[in-house]
């Protein structure tokens, strides 16, 4: 059985981590750098003492220079607590090479925020399997990839976007949605919405095969929708390959469009593209990643 993760990938993603641009506060210290101030060892500037401060912050360095009392500050060091919702509905697993690649992201990205000491916890949506509640530190990196590697699809018809909604944490600060949204828009609408009630910096994996983009089927065909189980009688003509694609293209760019004017961070993969590159190369050159 091909691995998740090469040992190539798994080297190299400890080197970097997610990037947030708003730190909402977890309940725990990280080894994030925040703009708040707080008691890390790292200084940002000084300040007048008031009356009721610290008289352990004092410097008195400073007061036997300047004869005034002043206060160090540092900055606050916080944790980031990553949510990845991956969509196990029946559509993601009609092709093997595409649930894999779903469940790699997942796993890398995982993997990368536990060796950065963030706290990850991976939700199932319609999966049998139960939730990998939250975990920090690289101690868990590995069996957070297990973990992965082990989940199953959905044996039942339900809606990612309708399932989605019912398991949303609301103490994450950085969640991360992995599907193909092949839902209808306005269930897709509601449940980013929802998510970002909570404030969440949001970020939106799209996942579609080549099958799916450019379908390669001829002459009379009957097409089974893989999770309502609802049948269709088609001749695949040129124009019907042509037609399908503009709803596609048109459907991709309502959601991509949603994402830009809500501040959703949103990126397109293709199941033939390479995983060192999505995570090493497009992510770096979208802001999702830095080097540590």
């Given at each position: 059985m091909k691995e998740l993760l090469t040992s190539t990938l798994m080297y190299r993603l400890p080197m970097y981590r997610l990037q947030s641009r708003t730190m909402k506060r977890g309940h725990h210290k990280g080894t994030r750098r925040s703009n708040r101030l707080g008691t890390s060892l790292e200084f940002s500037d000084f300040r007048p003492y008031q009356p009721g401060d610290d008289l352990r912050q004092i410097d008195w360095n400073v007061f036997a220079r300047t004869n005034k009392h002043y206060i160090k500050r540092f900055l606050d060091e916080q944790e980031l607590v990553v949510s990845i919702y991956l969509d196990c509905t029946k559509s993601?697993?009609?092709?093997?090479?595409?649930?894999?690649?779903a469940k790699a992201i997942a796993a890398s990205l995982g993997y990368m925020s536990l060796c950065a000491d963030d706290r990850v916890g991976i939700f199932p949506i319609g999966a049998p399997n139960h939730p990998f509640t939250y975990k920090k530190g690289r101690a868990f990196a590995n069996r957070f990839v297990q973990?992965?590697?082990?989940?199953?699809?959905?044996?039942?018809?339900?809606?990612?976007?309708?399932?989605?909604?019912?398991?949303i944490q609301p103490k994450s600060s950085f969640s991360i949605l992995i599907s193909d949204l092949l839902e209808p828009y306005d269930l897709i609408e509601n449940a980013l919405k929802k998510l970002q009630a909570y404030k969440q910096e949001l970020y939106v994996v799209q996942i579609l095969s080549h099958e799916e983009i450019r379908p390669v089927y001829?002459?009379?065909?009957q097409l089974i929708d893989s999770e309502t189980s609802e049948t269709i009688h088609v001749t695949m003509s040129t124009a019907v390959k042509n037609s399908y694609q503009q709803r596609l293209s048109s459907h991709t760019e309502l959601i991509q469009?949603?994402?830009?004017?809500?501040?959703?961070?949103?990126?397109?993969c293709k199941t033939d593209d390479s995983l060192e590159d999505i995570i090493?190369?497009?992510?770096?050159?979208k802001g999702w990643i830095q080097v540590r």
């Open positions: 993601m697993a009609v092709l093997p090479s595409k649930w894999a690649f973990y992965a590697e082990k989940i199953q699809s959905s044996n039942t018809s339900n809606s990612f976007s309708e399932s989605l909604q019912k398991m001829q002459g009379d065909l469009k949603l994402c830009y004017e809500r501040g959703i961070h949103f990126i397109q090493c190369g497009q992510l770096i050159a």
